[in-house]
């Protein structure tokens, strides 16, 4: 089992930026990729972003490209996401999310944190 804490949501204005972390903890060796979604209120979640642990590939929502950074600290063990040029239209609950080995989904998700952009 992996088990997945985030931190650092909170309220900005448009503009501004914020990061969120993710740190695994558990199995973390059997993740092949982590990954972060949000669910903006009434809506469905969506995916924003994700890095590959073999290679460190890095993949993007078209909404967030340009803006949003995912990186990760081997060291650390955790996975940021680096929000640029906040937009209120990004207030949302952020997720993170685990894949592990030969998986096609993200089958470990941590509890979410809510980023609020103010206009």
């Known amino acids: 089992q992996v088990q997945l804490a985030e931190s650092g949501g909170g309220l900005v204005q448009a503009g501004g930026s914020l990061r969120v972390s993710c740190a695994p903890s558990?199995?973390?060796?059997?993740?092949?990729?982590m990954g972060w979604f949000r669910q903006p209120p009434g809506k469905e979640r969506e995916f924003i972003a994700a890095i590959v642990r073999s290679g460190g590939n890095t993949y993007y929502a078209d909404s967030v490209k340009g803006r949003f950074t995912i990186a990760r600290d081997n060291a650390k063990n955790t996975v940021y996401l680096q929000m640029n040029s906040l937009k209120p239209e990004d207030t949302a609950v952020y997720y993170c999310a685990a894949r592990g080995t030969g998986r096609a989904s993200y089958e470990y998700w941590g509890q979410g944190t809510q980023v609020t952009v103010s206009s």
């Open positions: 558990g199995r973390t060796f059997s993740i092949a990729a």
